[in-house]
């Protein structure tokens, strides 16, 4: 089992960055794949971005590339994903979550709130 703890979250202008930290605990946590989403108020949740368990790959959402970037730190068992050039469109609760297979899901975190203002 693992449970992820998400930080990094706040206001930022328009054309800023953020960088939001999911933080995973449990004697497993290196093994499990992990995905961050988001939901933005009255929409869907949405992909954003996936790493393998190893770092090796990664995965994004097509329109998300060259503005978000995903890694992973397996000693600190911490996985980061960077945000540049932020529009206000990107006003969303964050969610990091885990899973052993790829692009599947189990263990979610409680969200970080991201609000750009333009």
């Known amino acids: 089992q693992v449970q992820l703890v998400e930080s990094g979250g706040g206001l930022v202008q328009a054309g800023g960055s953020l960088r939001l930290s999911c933080a995973a605990s449990?004697?497993?946590?290196?093994?499990?794949?992990i995905g961050w989403f988001r939901q933005a108020p009255g929409k869907v949740r949405e992909f954003v971005a996936a790493i393998t368990e190893s770092g090796s790959s990664t995965d994004y959402n097509d329109s998300l590339k060259g503005r978000f970037t995903i890694s992973r730190d397996n000693a600190k068992k911490t996985v980061v994903l960077q945000m540049n050039s932020l529009k206000a469109e990107d006003t969303a609760v964050y969610y990091c979550?885990?899973?052993?297979?790829?692009?599947?899901?189990?263990?979610w975190g409680q969200g970080t709130q991201v609000t750009v203002s333009s």
């Open positions: 449990g004697r497993t946590a290196s093994n499990y794949h």
């Open positions: 979550a885990a899973g052993l297979t790829w692009r599947s899901y189990n263990y």
